[in-house]
């Protein structure tokens, strides 16, 4: 089946530190692989999508980061993290049949 | 281009009474249409889609949604409330042969006993 691993499950970092939270994806060869952000009241945003190894695209400007440096495993990251950056963490892979399948998710607090 | 539209960032209703979630969408070709939902500190789960089959779509937990053209529609109904659907709901769209979906802000459920 189909699963994804993301960690940590909670975060909480100072302003200006450094940010990597980690994916990787059981189940699916060569798939599309996301990460989302949500912050309160505010749904879903699509942070990052990679293709392949070593595709990254991204959907808004921030100072965060994405990379793919294997098949099924997709990195985000920050070199100094902004209060703005808080918000809850989705990792996402293209399953069967059109759908997504996601990740637990992280919660991240920047204090 | 294509985007979501979810009435109503809160939805209350009583525990056995139905359940209505409503999805209205912008594609400019024929859409792939999806619920999910979340429970507290989860990630998302699929409910249900609609990718041009039968427009009324059975998903599971006994949610169902029927895709109308006319109204650009995809509402999510459940004829009766648990406690257990308490959550939040994420409709989203696909289309134009890029497979990247576009979410709506989400609706939270809450059910009273």
């Known amino acids: 089946s189909q699963t994804i691993h993301q960690w940590p499950a909670t975060l909480v970092q100072p302003v200006g530190s450094p940010l990597s939270l980690e994916c990787t994806v059981e189940?699916?060869?060569?798939?599309?692989l996301y990460w989302y952000r949500q912050a309160a009241g505010r749904g879903l945003q699509l942070l990052f999508y990679?293709?392949?190894?070593?595709?990254i695209s991204s959907e808004v400007p921030q100072n965060l980061s994405a990379s793919r440096p294997q098949d099924r495993q997709f990195i985000l990251s920050s070199k100094k993290l902004l209060l703005s950056d808080s918000g809850f963490y989705l990792c996402?892979?293209?399953?069967?049949?059109?759908?997504?399948?996601f990740g637990s998710g992280t919660q991240l607090s920047v204090l | 281009a294509q985007s979501v539209t979810q009435l109503g960032s809160h939805v209350s209703v009583s525990e056995g009474a139905l359940v209505l979630l409503r999805c209205n969408y912008s594609?400019?070709?024929?859409?792939?249409l999806f619920w999910y939902v979340q429970y507290p500190n989860q990630g998302l789960q699929l409910l249900l889609k609609?990718?041009?089959?039968?427009?009324l779509v059975k998903g599971i937990n006994g949610f169902e949604a029927e895709f109308k053209k006319s109204e650009t529609s995809f509402h999510l109904t459940k004829p009766s409330a648990h406690m257990s659907d308490a959550a939040e709901y994420f409709c989203?769209?696909?289309?134009?042969?890029?497979?990247?979906?576009?979410f709506g802000r989400g609706t939270s459920l809450i059910v009273h006993p």
């Open positions: 996402a892979a293209d399953g069967t049949n059109e759908k997504l399948f």
């Open positions: 189940g699916t060869s060569n798939p599309n």
């Open positions: 990679s293709v392949g190894i070593g595709q």
């Open positions: 594609s400019s070709v024929p859409p792939y």
């Open positions: 609609y990718t041009s089959a039968a427009t």
């Open positions: 989203a769209v696909s289309s134009g042969g890029s497979y990247i979906p576009t």
